[in-house]
């Protein structure tokens, strides 16, 4: 028997690497299947599915993918949704996948999972946590419940824009709303926040209003730009995403309908008559910049570890009901490995021979593979794995016999790719400024002539792949997108990115600079500097002595009088700010600085200087008594 596994081993590496992949690193301990089953399924995504025994007989089948490296594909969470009640629909893994196929007809799905666990009830078909497709943020928090005084809090996965994957249970959606106008290629050309929503919009402003329960009235000289049938729209979280079906200055508005009024010249500039618009927040908290995320309730891999069972984050989380995590069940499973691959399929179980695994199971499934972060989706019933295989999607296995409607699910899909690749990296990110990297990749055929960076909307030529933008938004997202003007086999040809990148600047602590301008021998001055770096001042000092004068930023002229010759007096200054994570202080280092002395020269001339005088004023008088 080990020498039959021994020659399949074998087998299968071979079949890996003439496929130019890199087989699964695995321990001695390792699930070792006597079946494996691999398909490759293009974009160097392979799908496996096997027979083995680990916590006894399974069935597990999974798909391996490096959504980091191979730039065609990409991980997005997608949802049936449901446009008068505001919900999703439930549907199989299958209908879902092919719903984002008929939505996005330009792309295939490779591969998918169900997703985000939800309630079994009818009067509620959205998922427990966060929801966010592509930048549109359906709901943002994380669903968490407590038993006596212990919570159970689930967790969130974010994908980002290069492919990597982070989890955080620290997820919200943003107080702010924000909107994305996109140009007809569905890339997010302009971004702003509002500054209303709901409420009347003043001078250079610009706001949203949701036509809710009730209609609404709208009068704007200025124009009002109407959207009259969003492709989806939640008045609770104040989304909506359409496009502008007229421009009027008289309105009353249907419900689920959404208006944009603007007194920005610069976002009035892009609204127009046929111009698709989004009305979101964002994602706030430990995975602000994340474009996708779907919830997971269960995290079995962390770090590398596979913790004890209980309440998140001490331990590996999931329900209340603990029993759903500590006995074998079908599970819906992903993992990372450091190298940023991604394992994504189920376990099959409750029927003979195939039977399921533990939380901890999961953990030590993925982790024998290689895996550093592991994440539960919802299993039992749910657990669904589907592909496409010699170009046909199909189901390819469930957790159970049946197949069960979800909520939403987490698909592997092609992506479109730019016809050079640039790697753009965000760099030395300030409170102002940022430096943007690339490393262009054309092929033999194609020469670059010119990259520009739109960054905001303005164009910037980046000079040797590098440019510092330096007049960025202050600790505010900022969009940047790519121009690219190259020849190909002698023909003039441009094109745009087709993502978008947000770059969030950041608050950085406060800095006082301190110059001596003049000292005397009874006075000092000097010119004291505050940068705010972006953080808010609450207040500053700056401390002379027993002294203390306010400080403002920008530049302070001080003068301290009065002292005493020749003595040495210390200075300082404190800072008390707030950044992105709260109060905090500032102090510039303590420093000492000497009065002038008086000179003693000085001082004798003038003493022999006023005897002289006082002689000088006596003979003065005997001479002129004289004379008298």
């Known amino acids: ?36 089953k691999t398909t490759d399924l293009g974009h160097n995504v392979v799908m496996h599915e096997t027979i083995g025994t680990f916590q006894g007989s399974q069935y ?39 719903d984002y196929e008929a939505k996005n007809p330009g792309s295939k799905v490779i591969a998918g999972i169900n997703a985000d666990f939800f309630p079994f ?17 359906h709901q943002g928090g994380v669903f968490t419940i407590n038993q006596g005084s212990t919570y159970y809090p689930a967790n ?9 994957l982070k989890s955080s249970h620290n997820v919200y959606a943003s107080n702010a709303t924000f909107l994305d106008i996109f140009d007809e290629r569905g890339t997010v050309i302009y971004s702003t926040q509002l500054s209303t929503v709901n409420s009347t919009v003043g001078s250079g402003q610009t706001g949203a209003f949701f036509g809710t329960m009730y209609t609404k009235q709208l009068n704007e000289q200025e124009g009002i730009y109407y959207v009259q049938s969003p492709s989806y729209v939640r008045d609770d979280n104040k989304f909506a995403r359409g496009v502008i079906s007229s421009v009027v200055n008289q309105l009353t508005m249907a419900k689920r309908t959404v208006a944009i009024v603007t007194k920005d010249a610069k976002v009035k500039s892009y609204l127009k008559e046929g111009v698709e618009i989004r009305v979101t927040k964002r994602l706030a908290g430990e995975l602000e910049g994340a474009v996708s995320a779907i919830g997971f309730y269960g ?21 209340r009901e603990q029993s759903v995590v500590t006995s074998a069940n079908p599970r819906t499973m992903l993992g990372v490995k450091e190298d940023d691959t991604v394992i994504m399929g189920i376990v099959e179980g409750r029927a003979t021979g ?78 102002n400024s940022f430096k943007i990297t690339v490393d262009p990749k054309p092929n033999g055929n194609q020469q670059i002539q010119k990259i520009e960076a739109v960054v905001n909307d303005e164009f910037y030529t980046i000079e040797n792949n590098t440019i510092v933008i330096e007049d ?43 110059e001596v301008r003049e000292i005397t021998t009874s006075s000092v001055s000097f010119n004291v500097t505050l940068n705010t770096n972006g953080s808010t001042i609450i207040e ?60 003693g020269c000085g001082s004798n001339a003038m003493y022999i200087y006023s005897a002289l005088s006082t002689v000088a004023i006596a003979l003065f008088l005997v001479r002129r008594k004289k004379n008298q």
Request: aromatic share 8%; hydrophobic share 35%.
């Open 60 to 98: 597990i089948n999974y798909v391996v993918f490096n959504p980091v490296t191979t730039k065609s594909i990409k991980l997005i969470p997608w949802a049936v949704l449901n446009q008068e009640t505001q919900t999703n629909i439930r549907s199989s893994v299958l209908n879902i996948a092919k």
């Open 472 to 514: 960025a938004k202050v600790t505010s997202s900022n969009t940047v997108r790519f121009k690219v003007t190259y020849t190909e086999n002698g023909t003039s040809k441009s094109f745009s990115t087709l993502k978008t990148i947000t770059v969030k600047t950041v608050a950085l602590p406060p800095e006082v600079s301190v």
């Open 540 to 599: 500053a000092y700056f401390v002379f002595g027993d002294n203390h004068r306010v400080i403002i930023p920008g530049q302070n002229i001080l003068t301290f009088q009065n002292l005493k010759s020749g003595n040495t007096y210390k200075y300082s200054s404190i800072v008390n700010y707030n950044d992105e994570t709260g109060s905090k202080y500032y102090t510039f280092p303590e420093t000492s600085v000497q009065v002038k002395k008086a000179s």
């Open 1 to 36: 028997m080990q020498k039959t596994l021994k020659i399949f081993s074998i087998i299968v590496l071979s079949g890996l690497l003439l496929l130019g992949i890199t087989p699964l690193k695995v321990n001695s301990a390792s699930y070792n299947p006597t079946n494996d």
């Open 299 to 319: 995290h079995p891999l962390q770090n590398g570890v596979v913790p004890s069972y209980g309440a998140y984050p001490n331990g590996l989380g999931g329900p």
């Open 354 to 431: 195939k039977t399921g695994l533990t939380g901890q199971g999961v953990g030590e499934f993925l982790k024998q593979f290689g895996c550093i972060e592991g994440f539960n989706f919802d299993g039992g019933g749910s657990s669904t794995l589907v592909a496409r295989v010699n170009g046909t999607l199909k189901q390819v296995a469930t957790g159970t016999d049946g197949t069960r409607a979800v909520v939403n699910a987490l698909l592997l899909v092609e992506q479109e790719t730019d016809p050079i690749e640039l790697n753009p990296v965000i760099s030395e990110i300030k409170h």
């Open 121 to 137: 009830v009818q009067t509620n078909e959205n998922p427990f946590s966060a929801q966010v497709i592509d930048g549109n943020l």
């Open 156 to 164: 969130v996965l974010g994908i980002y824009d290069d492919g990597t």
